[in-house]
């Protein structure tokens, strides 16, 4: 509620909306004085909106113009909806009504928005509408968009709220207004640019190890997840991991740098994953070792080709070559027999077969690659980490000189979960849905002709993929 003067609003309501991560919201405050009182900054009229709590747009009596910080948010003071001269009629008509005369400065304040409520598949929903008034200080009038009523918390608002109440048209337009500026905000939100990622390393202050450092910068809302993981595991504070948590930009955006501590022996595969909840993208980063100098530091610090993982396009999969398993493949398969000869630099497979016991179902995304490479598996979404039964193998050299990495996760055969799997390279990411209706039978016919392609014995020994 608006129960303080111009300047004290302003810095509550922006802490205040921005508290939860899960909750977004989109506001405009406004404030008009009966008169100028001189103070240097303090105008006859002033209105701003605020994203999340930082502010987004301005405009005062004085310039006459908006300054937007985004121009996509010209909308939110959009002249015919936060007009001055409207502010200045309900102003003089509140003070006549209250019978104070124009001696002193009087200010009418106001506030309107809504909040939306971020959901697990990244949509937001309407969540609250906010429509309120203040005069000197004190709760005058709220808009409650539920009952489409308004609500006066003074006698001298009550002819005032009658009135408004009368004028079912403006009524429905506030609740339009309310109910659905949040939605169409999510829609502009997601043009916003996903954060920059560099993954880089430098010389420890102990002669045998490195600082590993995931740092994301230049994305709007402060709210962002990072994870450093090692072998697919997440890496914690028992880990040594420290965060600077998110930290403002000189340009209004925010960067976060989240470092660990390793041994420089340390060969494993160590991955940057950011999500940024807001603008619902995800970007993940090796750290590719080859860029390390002997001087133990990273010779660039470049994003190179940050791989912002959303659907995948056809034409992206018609570069790679992936291995056609006949009855059981991924959704994406879109390569043809005739490149089966091609020497590629980078190839993946997925597939389901049934157990050693015969009881289960095992999932298993082998990938091969120039370069560092992961693989994860994810139940409905959310990435199967080894506490969660994954398991993966460390990363082969083979004898082409490609790496090779392999994971899988047994599940019951009644398991209805969505099970998809993600293919992380040095330059790219492939994401793609196991499309199993039922167990994959027969590998022999399929590990033999992967086996004759790349001359490699390495699937037919290992006995983690025999057929029952």
Not at 113 to 127: A, I, N
Not at 149 to 160: D, F, M, N, V
Not at 440 to 450: A, L
């Amino acid at each position: 509620m608006c129960q303080m003067f111009f300047v004290t609003v302003l810095v509550l309501l922006g802490a205040g909306l921005a508290a939860n991560s899960e909750i977004h919201s989109l506001t405009c405050i406004y404030t008009a004085h009966s008169k100028p009182d001189g103070t240097p900054g303090i105008h006859k009229f002033t209105a701003m909106g605020l994203l999340d709590g930082r502010r987004i747009d301005y405009y005062d009596s004085e310039s006459e113009r908006k300054v937007p910080k985004q121009e996509w948010m010209r909308e939110c003071l959009s002249a015919e909806y936060w007009g001055k001269g409207t502010q200045e009629q309900w102003l003089e008509s509140l003070m006549n009504r209250m019978r104070q005369n124009d001696s002193v400065v009087h200010v009418l304040q106001g506030m309107r928005g809504c909040e939306g409520k971020m959901q697990p598949d990244g949509t937001l929903k309407f969540h609250r509408a906010m429509h309120t008034y203040a005069y000197d200080g004190h709760n005058l009038l709220s808009f409650d968009s539920k009952t489409k009523s308004w609500i006066a918390a003074i006698r001298e608002a009550q002819l005032t709220m009658r009135e408004w109440d009368s004028d079912q048209a403006m009524k429905e337009r506030i609740k339009g207004y309310l109910e659905n500026v949040c939605i169409k905000w999510k829609k502009q939100l997601q043009k916003a640019p996903p954060p920059v990622v560099y993954v880089f390393a430098k010389k420890a202050k102990v002669e045998t190890n490195l600082i590993l450092t995931c740092l994301a910068t230049g994305f709007y809302t402060k709210d962002i997840i990072v994870r450093i993981k090692r072998n697919g595991r997440v890496l914690a504070k028992d880990d040594g991991l420290m965060s600077s948590g998110g930290l403002p930009n000189g340009d209004d955006t925010f960067q976060r740098r989240d470092h660990v501590e390793i041994l420089k022996s340390d060969l494993s595969t160590f991955i940057c994953n950011v999500t940024h909840e807001a603008t619902n993208i995800s970007v993940k980063k090796l750290w590719d070792r080859s860029q390390l100098s002997d001087t133990g530091r990273s010779r660039a610090l470049s994003p190179l080709l940050v791989a912002v993982i959303l659907p995948v396009s056809p034409v992206l999969l018609l570069i790679l070559y992936k291995v056609v398993i006949p009855d059981c493949q991924s959704s994406s398969d879109s390569a043809s027999d005739s490149a089966s000869d091609s020497a590629v630099s980078s190839e993946h497979k997925a597939y389901a077969q049934n157990s050693k016991d015969g009881e289960k179902i095992l999932l298993t995304c082998i990938a091969r690659g120039q370069g560092a490479i992961d693989v994860e598996i994810k139940r409905n979404g959310e990435t199967v980490t080894e506490e969660k039964g994954l398991m993966r193998s460390d990363t082969e050299t083979n004898k082409d000189g490609t790496l090779e990495i392999r994971a899988h996760v047994e599940i019951s055969k009644d398991d209805k979960s969505k099970y998809s799997y993600e293919v992380i390279y040095k330059n790219q990411n492939i994401k793609d849905n196991f499309d199993c209706a039922l167990p994959w039978r027969g590998p022999s016919e399929v590990q033999r002709r992967w086996t004759e392609i790349h001359n490699l014995e390495y699937y037919t020994t290992d006995p983690d993929y025999t057929d029952t």
